[in-house]
Every structure is written in structure tokens, then in C-alpha cells.
């Protein structure tokens, strides 16, 4: 098969196993810088071009689109969609997933368990907002809704911590942004575990701690990983969360309460990282998947014609 990677980091770790992967099993493997692509819009030819020359034809496409490159890189891949090539993860799933409320709000349908939040870009009624997570001195967790790996997101210890913190985000952002707030969840603090789902299965997860006492555990932010088992429950409740984005490979952030899992984040594209500290091929899985799924679609095409 032709597969294209679909990655402006083709030095990345992920990228470079998928990759090796997708060769060592045969595949002729092409890795593209999407934002040096353009897409030419007419008729009945839907086109992309790369560095000035058409792109060909490929059997499959595997997105690897930065947080920050959301908008362009799904009109990428909704592009190659729209030429007959099969996608890993489909251009409106990535655009569903990056969305926080949106995410949240799909989550919460499909009966996955999450952090009782509010989400608001109004900045009139914030002892409102707070006491709708339970109010007096309750910490509570407030995030900028574009937030990624930790960044723009702060832990208030109390009602008028949480105050002053609202009012500063609100007043430095003078056209309104979604502002979240969640409950914190103290048993949990500090520690989480990323599931990597393929396929409706989980191929191998970690839990996450931070090395001193910031309530945030993100390998961006210096935490530590190791290897965990999943509980039948939380394994269950991964699987559906990455359904309920639509998601055929995902990472799933959980976080153990009290109640059960409760799912903080559904990554589209998460990094392989954890191959290193499981020993878990998740990049194998993953084109083993590609092939599988791409060979489908093929069969069907060809039905259908």
C-alpha cells in the first residue's frame, strides 16, 4: 500500500515509528508536511498539491495534526477524503476532539463519566459559576478552553482565589474566550492515566505523575510515567469515549475518583511515549489497523462501482 503521514514533524518520535513500522511491513510510506500542502477546490476534482505537484494517489492517510494547525490540517485531510483515500481518523472526529466543549458535551451523552464542569465567557457571574461546583472554599480547576498539555490551566484553592484568577483571564482577553471550570478531584491529584485505544481495544497505557506537587501530570510538564493495568471498568469507559469521538485511534486521559473513572481528555493524535515505558508496539497496532481497514474500504469501492 501507499500510505502518506501526514506530519509537519517528521523528525517526531511518533512519526518516525509509524513510519518504520508501515516499511518493515512492505508499505511505501511518504511523509507530508501538511502545511506545505493547498488544496484546489472545483468541480467534481478535488485536488491537494504539495511543495507546487499534485500529491497522487495514496490508499491511505494517517493525521498527525498539530493542536495549534487544527483548522488547516483538517481541510487537508477533508480534502484527501473527499478524493476516495481512507484516513485514520477522519477530518470531522479530529475537528470533535479538539473542541473541549464540544468533547465534553459528546462525552457526556454517550454516558462516559467525566468532571462535573461549567463553561462560560461571561464574567458578570462568577459566584454563579462557582457555587455550581459546589461553591465556599471548594478548589476547583479552571482552564482556557484552547488549552493543550497543561498550559493555561490553574488550580484555585478557594472561592476568592478562583475569583481573581477568572477576572484576570477575563480581563485580558478582550474579545471573550470559553472559560471551563471543573471540580478537583483530590484523591487524584497529580496523577492520571493515558489509555491509547486502536481499534476499539487499548494496546497499552500509563499512569502519569507529577514530580513535585503540581496538580498537573502531563510529560510535557516534567511528570513521570509508568506502566498501569486497567481496571475492566476503566478499560470499558476508555473504549467509549474514543467511540464517542468517532476516534479509531486515541489517547484517553482518565483520572481515578471516588466514583469511578472519570475522563478529563480525548487526544487525536497522541504521542507514543508510552511505547518507551510499557514496551507496548503501538505503532504496529496501528498500521496493523491501516491495512485491515484500508483493504475494506477498497473491497467496498469496488462493490459499489
Same mark, same amino acid.
Given at each position: 500500500?501507499?500510505?502518506?503521514?501526514?506530519? *509537519?514533524?517528521?523528525?517526531?518520535?511518533?512519526?518516525?515509528?509509524?513510519?518504520?513500522?508501515?516499511?518493515?511491513?512492505?508499505?511505501?510510506?511518504?511523509?507530508?508536511?501538511?502545511?506545505?500542502?493547498? %488544496?484546489?477546490?472545483?468541480?467534481?476534482?478535488?485536488?491537494?498539491?504539495?511543495?507546487?505537484?499534485?500529491?497522487?494517489?495514496?490508499?491511505?492517510?494517517?493525521?498527525?495534526?498539530? @493542536?495549534?494547525?487544527?483548522?488547516?490540517?483538517? @481541510?487537508?485531510? #477533508?480534502?484527501?477524503?473527499?478524493?476516495?483515500?481512507?484516513?485514520?481518523? !477522519?477530518?470531522?472526529?479530529?475537528?470533535?476532539?479538539?473542541? /473541549?466543549?464540544? &468533547?465534553?458535551?459528546?462525552? !457526556? /451523552?454517550?454516558?462516559?463519566?467525566?468532571? /462535573?464542569?461549567?463553561?462560560?465567557?461571561?464574567?458578570?457571574?462568577?459566584?454563579?459559576?462557582?457555587?455550581?461546583?459546589?461553591?465556599? *472554599?471548594?478548589?476547583?480547576? +479552571?482552564?482556557?478552553?484552547?488549552?493543550?498539555?497543561?498550559?493555561?490551566?490553574?488550580?484555585?484553592? &478557594?472561592?476568592?482565589?478562583?475569583?481573581?484568577?477568572?477576572?484576570?483571564?477575563?480581563?485580558?482577553?478582550?474579545?471573550?474566550?470559553? +472559560?471551563?471550570?471543573?471540580?478537583?478531584?483530590?484523591?487524584?491529584?497529580?496523577?492520571?492515566? #493515558? @489509555?491509547?485505544?486502536?481499534?476499539? #481495544?487499548?494496546?497499552? !497505557?500509563?499512569?502519569?505523575?507529577?514530580?513535585?506537587?503540581?496538580?498537573?501530570?502531563?510529560?510535557?510538564?516534567?511528570?513521570?510515567?509508568?506502566?498501569?493495568?486497567?481496571?475492566?471498568?476503566?478499560?470499558?469507559?476508555?473504549? #467509549?469515549?474514543?467511540?464517542?469521538?468517532?476516534?479509531?485511534?486515541?489517547?484517553?486521559?482518565?483520572?481515578?475518583?471516588?466514583?469511578?473513572?472519570?475522563?478529563?481528555?480525548? *487526544?487525536?493524535?497522541?504521542?507514543?511515549?508510552?511505547?518507551?515505558?510499557?514496551?507496548?508496539?503501538?505503532?504496529?497496532?496501528?498500521?496493523?489497523?491501516?491495512?485491515?481497514?484500508?483493504?475494506?474500504?477498497?473491497?467496498?469501492?469496488?462493490?459499489? %462501482?
Amino acid at each position: 500500500m501507499r500510505i502518506a503521514i501526514l506530519s *509537519n514533524g517528521p523528525g517526531n518520535y511518533s512519526t518516525k515509528r509509524l513510519k518504520e513500522e508501515a516499511q518493515q511491513r512492505g508499505h511505501e510510506v511518504k511523509v507530508i508536511k501538511y502545511r506545505d500542502c493547498y %488544496a484546489s477546490i472545483e468541480k467534481d476534482n478535488p485536488a491537494v498539491s504539495y511543495k507546487g505537484k499534485d500529491l497522487g494517489t495514496f490508499d491511505a492517510i494517517i493525521p498527525r495534526i498539530a @493542536a495549534y494547525m487544527t483548522r488547516y490540517g483538517t @481541510a487537508i485531510v #477533508r480534502q484527501l477524503e473527499m478524493q476516495g483515500v481512507y484516513s485514520l481518523s !477522519s477530518s470531522i472526529s479530529i475537528v470533535r476532539s479538539r473542541d /473541549k466543549l464540544r &468533547s465534553l458535551q459528546l462525552l !457526556s /451523552k454517550a454516558g462516559v463519566e467525566i468532571p /462535573k464542569t461549567v463553561v462560560s465567557r461571561n464574567s458578570a457571574d462568577i459566584d454563579g459559576l462557582i457555587d455550581k461546583l459546589g461553591g465556599g *472554599n471548594t478548589p476547583v480547576i +479552571i482552564k482556557l478552553a484552547q488549552s493543550t498539555h497543561g498550559k493555561g490551566v490553574v488550580l484555585a484553592e &478557594s472561592k476568592k482565589a478562583a475569583k481573581s484568577v477568572l477576572q484576570a483571564f477575563y480581563l485580558n482577553d478582550q474579545d471573550g474566550t470559553n +472559560i471551563m471550570l471543573q471540580e478537583f478531584v483530590e484523591e487524584s491529584a497529580g496523577t492520571d492515566i #493515558r @489509555a491509547v485505544v486502536v481499534g476499539g #481495544r487499548v494496546v497499552a !497505557s500509563m499512569q502519569r505523575k507529577s514530580l513535585d506537587d503540581d496538580f498537573r501530570s502531563n510529560l510535557h510538564k516534567g511528570g513521570q510515567g509508568t506502566a498501569v493495568k486497567l481496571t475492566d471498568e476503566e478499560r470499558k469507559t476508555a473504549i #467509549r469515549a474514543a467511540k464517542a469521538m468517532g476516534l479509531s485511534v486515541a489517547g484517553v486521559d482518565l483520572m481515578r475518583s471516588k466514583r469511578g473513572p472519570l475522563v478529563l481528555e480525548v *487526544n487525536a493524535s497522541p504521542g507514543f511515549g508510552v511505547e518507551k515505558i510499557t514496551g507496548r508496539n503501538v505503532a504496529g497496532a496501528i498500521i496493523e489497523y491501516v491495512e485491515l481497514n484500508a483493504k475494506r474500504r477498497k473491497k467496498k469501492d469496488k462493490v459499489g %462501482a
